[in-house]
């Protein structure tokens, strides 16, 4: 481990390391029969809940390194690793003590075990591996995307099928959600994801040295200061504008941000590190663009899916879920597309749009319904740090080369 781990990690004992929120919903009433217990450790947060089968969050808890990384400019794995060690104990003590379930009481474990930091993964799965054995319960292994895609059922009363946008810092991809453990992948992004470009572009104009965004991370300072910035100050391409897919490309568009920013660097005569006068231009110039990205890959998945009667368009629905779904700004565009093509728009509160156990417990809610990936013997169980989601036809969708409305009818949906 490097200096710098180690340096984090000492701050990290030192309480820097936040606890978020843990809860309670009991009411003194006999628990249902099924109960899971979910542990989430995919990333950078440690994660569990209780939920019933009725859709009722018992007990909750969530340790966030989010100070911790923001020291760094970004996660560490061994880091992540080592403070998924020190906290998921409590944190499952605390998820089950407010729940006032205890183990022998569970009637199943849920883990996230794909994808993911491959780090991290592993320190769930141990953990988790170690209490079904101990207390003979049922394995329920949770596919990191699939939780994300089914949060929303946990709130609404959705049936499948529905069109499913899941965005954060490390995944960006659209999916017809079918059925518990049933998609059809549109597309997804061919390279980075759009939380991941908005850190480091947050990281590249040095935001934690801004006043107002000191202890905001990058995704979240780029809202704020793009709120009163002026987006026709800064002209930057759109991304993929000559591809007729549903895949995303977010890495180009981050080159294009950097040569900008030391662009306007030289102009006014700054250094690297030092804050430019037109940030907040700068911010919301970036924000937009990747909304307009987002919402014309979606707008094509739209009409997909209707062209191709994969959705009815007595109940088409699109569901926005994961951390960048949190940004408003991209929540309001994504809001008035779905209102322009008839579709429902639901998105889960931001606090379950971003990694939780809750998600992963009602996932394991939803799978034991259907009784699929219940698992009675742990043997041969491994984490996947990458793992693709339902059956992939993006080609297909590009092969039917659908023509969206011109960018300027997207760029006024998004304004």
Known sequence: MNSIAKSLLKSAKHG????????????????????????ETSCDDTGAAVVDDAGCVLGEA??????????AGGIIPVVAQQLHRENIERVVKEALGTSGVSIPDLTAVATTVKPGL????????????????????????????EAHALTVRLT??????????????????????????????LGQTIDIAPGDMLDKVARRLSLRKHPECHSMAGGQAIEHLAQTG????????????????????????QNIVNNTITRKEKEEGIQEGEILSCVKDIAAAVQHTVTVHIMQRTYRAMVFCMKNSILSSKNA?????????????????????ADVNDFAFLCPSPRLCTDNGVMIAWNGIERLRVGLGVLHSTEGIRYEPKAPLGIDISKRVAEDSIKVPRLKKILQLAS
């Open 317 to 337: 629905t699109l569901v926005v879920s994961g951390g960048v779904a949190s940004n408003q700004y991209i929540r309001k565009g994504l809001k008035t597309l």
């Open 156 to 185: 609404y009363q959705l049936e499948f099928p529905f069109l499913v946008l899941l965005l954060s810092g490390g995944h960006c991809l659209l999916a017809v959600a079918q059925g518990v453990s049933d998609f059809l992948l």
């Open 230 to 253: 002026n987006r026709q100050q800064i002209m930057l391409r759109f991304p993929m504008q000559q591809y007729r897919s549903c895949d995303f490309s977010f890495s180009g568009l």
């Open 62 to 71: 969530l340790h966030c390194q989010k100070e911790v990384h923001l020291q």
């Open 118 to 145: 491959a780090l991290s993964l592993g320190v769930g799965l141990q953990y988790s591996l170690g209490l079904v054995n101990k207390y003979q319960k049922p394995f329920i292994p949770i596919h990191h995307m």
């Open 16 to 39: 820097r390391a936040t606890w978020l929120r843990s809860r309670s919903d009991t009411s003194g009433k006999r628990h249902p029969r099924k109960l899971v217990l979910g542990i």
